[in-house]
């Protein structure tokens, strides 16, 4: 008999799960000016200004987009931050959260 046949063993297996991501969703409404929109994802979500401006454009045209995915807690406070930006200058602009499938 080995030392280490003496030694009880516990098998930990391990549990870890990845954590579920969120999409941040940027909503079109009528009356936030197009480059507001454009410098509040330049500035929430360090896009490019090419690609600031693709994805306002696909909100306009198509309703919403899909602006990043994230943890939910990052999620949550990009697109609280970036909706409060648009407030404070009185525009109705809105980010969501949704849990990606
Ligand atoms: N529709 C706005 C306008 O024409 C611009 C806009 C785009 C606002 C995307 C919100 O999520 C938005 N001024």
């Known amino acids: 008999m080995t030392d280490t ?3 009880p063993r ?3 297996k391990p549990k870890v799960e990845r954590p579920k991501l969120h999409k941040v969703i940027l909503v079109n409404d009528d009356y ?3 480059e507001f929109v454009v ?3 330049k500035a929430e979500f360090r896009m ?3 690609e600031a401006h693709r994805v306002m454009v696909t909100a306009h045209r198509k309703g919403s987009c899909v602006v990043a995915v994230f943890t939910k807690d990052i999620a949550e406070t990009k697109a609280t931050r970036a909706t409060d930006a648009g407030r404070r200058l009185g525009f109705p602009l809105l980010f969501t959260t949704e849990p990606e499938e």
Request: charged share 20%.
């Open 10 to 12: 516990t098998v930990i």
């Open 5 to 7: 046949e003496l030694i």
């Open 32 to 34: 936030t000016p197009r």
């Open 39 to 41: 410098s509040v994802l």
């Open 48 to 50: 490019g200004p090419d």
